[in-house]
């Protein structure tokens, strides 16, 4: 305690409150290809919806990866994903096509780069589904709708597609115009920027359906943005720039799902931003950025910017001119219409492309997992995510499945073992393997898609530790149940399981009427021990978490008698809270002079055993029933 130099009062706290914390049990993470979403970034995803809106519905090429982080998220709501690199490209408005794996990378490619790659818009990720996307911009009010350009003296007769303007400099190829006296709406196909533009009837291939009649006196033609009618009004100016004596700084930009591969409709409207700024210092009233470009890049799910339009650069491309203060000439006030291409797939993940994505989850002081299922991955990357990450972490296990082909087999218990000591030849308690596949409704193109079984295997993990506690075993008819399985490839028989179990293969066994059920519990560790069981290698996971964060707070205390019962205090409670829900059987804390001995005091270590008799699941019951005589008493048998 501090030492006091004249007379006063010091009042201390003392806090012996401390606990035990609680640690999570059920956070999964995966890695594999998607359809869309940003590449090599940790995602947290909660449903199998948010997995559809950031990673895109499953296609052919996707579809086993995708629904093996839908099915464990059927089980439970926390699934960190990454998308591997797969050699995808972005569309870009330039069309062709440029690698932006998300915002981070973006960031570091820097401006230039991406202008020179991109030119003016670029799918936020990379996949062919970018290349259904269309932008469209408006930065003006006279972009927005004009309604005094005339044609010239002509009889514009019906089917007519080229139409003589007095000016045509200021429409836009993808722009709308209507005859004075006319409601019919066409669209403008080409535009030679002088006098004549091509037209066609809005949806059609023909030219005007009734006849203009301008011989003698020249028609109005009232020219509109494509996609006015999306916005209330026209971009003008900002009250912000209004104060600061700016003018003209508005913009509407509208995103449109070109082709409808992204929703299925083609032309539907996917995000609408109004009333954006082309100053650089541009705040909304909430005090977020609503510079087009920041705004555009923080917001929009499927573009980021690339390139001011050329006519705007000297208008806003640099720091100097793009402030509010300044009135903004637009001097193209030409609405901009870019379809991007370019984007391209390659949805088959190398093995090294997966171990990258995995090896995120390495860090365990950013990425807090405990389960972690392989999906379709081969017996290398799966090893290799046992070793790398479930070893060097030690606190999460990694769940696999064997490949199809091995499980649709004539012999599938035994190429199952096979693939298990050959292909695998893993040695873990940290490592679960399943015996197969499942057969499941793939809502999203309708069809039955075979999807492999170590998602579902995991979610039964998230299952056991909502219903019981993670220490209880998620096998059997209580916990064990498989979800959304219309068959499995293998159900083995008793002798197969037989075959499967002494070699630590967890089998998945379809019972009539009873459904598709987990019946093993075991980890893939070769040697007898009590870690050969699914249940008490995460009982000591949660113990050897929990107790490991707590002990954080005995750092840079004082090793004395005070500190280590301080210790006893905090993890006896918990021991005995855990014994009590049934997670062991007996324990015991070791933390004195006995094992802290001078030598150790004098080396800074604080050193405390534990020992725990963990509770053991029941693989086996043997059911004795014994026939007597009716003149026989119980006591005569020994019973």
């Not at 100097?320 to 000439?329: E, Y």
């Not at 029933?625 to 020994?638: C, L, M, N, Q, Y």
Request: with cysteine; hydrophobic share 40%.
């Amino acid at each position: 305690m501090a030492f006091q130099l004249s007379p006063g009062v010091l009042v201390r706290e003392i806090d012996l409150t401390q606990v035990v914390p609680a640690v999570a049990t059920s956070p999964g993470a995966f890695a594999g290809a998607f359809q869309w979403g940003p590449v090599d970034e940790v995602i947290n995803i909660s449903s199998e919806n948010e997995l559809v809106s950031v990673f895109g519905e499953p296609n052919a090429d996707t579809y086993e990866y995708f629904f093996t982080a839908a099915n464990f998220l059927s089980y439970g709501s926390n699934l960190q994903v990454v998308r591997a690199e797969t050699g995808n490209l972005n569309a870009t408005q330039d069309g062709s096509g440029f690698l932006i794996k998300n915002m981070t990378h973006y960031d570091n490619l820097g401006a230039s780069a991406v202008a020179t790659g991109v030119g003016d818009w670029a799918a936020k990720y990379p996949g062919t589904l970018g290349n259904s996307l269309k932008v469209s911009t408006c930065t003006s009010a006279n972009a927005y709708t004009q309604t005094a350009i005339t044609t010239t003296a002509a009889n514009n007769s019906s089917g007519a597609t080229s139409i003589v303007l007095g000016d045509s400099s200021a429409i836009g190829v993808g722009d709308l115009i209507v005859f004075d006296g006319h409601s019919t709406e066409y669209e403008v196909t080409a535009n030679d920027g002088s006098t004549t533009v091509t037209v066609n009837e809005l949806g059609k291939t023909t030219g005007l359906t009734q006849a203009v009649d301008g011989s003698s006196v020249a028609v109005n033609v009232t020219v509109k943005w494509r996609y006015h009618a999306d916005f209330d009004n026209a971009p003008g100016t900002s009250a912000q720039a209004t104060a600061k004596g700016g003018s003209a700084d508005e913009m509407h930009v509208i995103v449109i799902d070109e082709d409808g591969n992204i929703t299925g409709t083609a032309g539907t409207v996917l995000e609408k931003f109004g009333h954006l700024s082309v100053a650089i210092d541009a705040k909304k009233s909430d005090g977020t950025v609503n510079w087009y470009v920041e705004h555009i890049n923080q917001y929009s799910n499927y573009i980021v910017w690339g390139d001011h339009f050329a006519s705007m650069d000297a208008d806003v491309g640099n720091s100097s001119a793009g402030l509010l203060n300044n009135a903004f000439s637009h001097t193209n006030r030409v609405p901009q219409y870019a379809s991007l291409s370019g984007g391209t797939d390659d949805n088959a993940p190398t093995d090294g492309e997966l171990q990258t994505a995995y090896n995120h989850f390495a860090n365990d002081e950013l990425y807090d997992v405990s389960l972690i299922p392989t999906g379709p991955a081969s017996g290398t990357v799966s090893k290799w995510v046992v070793d790398n990450v479930a070893e060097v972490r030690k606190d999460c296990m990694v769940f696999l499945s064997p490949e199809l082909a091995d499980s649709t087999s004539s012999t599938a218990a035994e190429d199952i073992v096979d693939f298990r000591n050959n292909t695998a030849n893993i040695n873990s308690s940290y490592a679960v393997m399943d015996s197969g596949w499942k057969y499941q409704y793939d809502r999203y193109s309708d069809v039955y898609r075979w999807v492999p079984l170590n998602g579902d295997v995991a979610g039964c993990c998230v299952r056991t530790d909502l219903v019981a506690d993670p220490f209880f075993s998620p096998a059997g008819f209580n916990r064990g149940q498989i979800k959304n399985a219309v068959k499995v490839a293998f159900s083995p028989d008793k002798t197969d399981r037989d075959t499967l179990y002494k070699k630590g293969v967890n089998p998945v066994v379809s019972f009539p009427g009873q459904g598709v059920v987990l019946f093993g519990d075991k980890t893939m560790l070769t040697s007898p021990s009590a870690f050969d069981r699914i249940n008490v290698r995460r009982l000591f996971i949660v113990l050897e978490k929990a107790i490991a964060t707590a002990a954080k707070f005995q750092l840079f205390e004082f090793n004395d008698t005070f500190t280590r019962a301080n210790f006893r205090n905090l993890v006896e409670p918990f021991l005995r809270d855990i014994q009590g829900r049934r997670g062991m059987y007996d324990f015991k804390v070791v933390c004195d002079e006995t094992n802290n001995t001078p030598t150790v005091i004098d080396a800074n270590e604080f050193r405390a055993d534990i020992f725990i008799k963990p509770a053991r699941s029941i693989n086996f019951i043997t059911l004795t029933f014994v026939a007597t005589r009716t003149g026989i008493s119980f006591e005569e048998t020994g019973v």
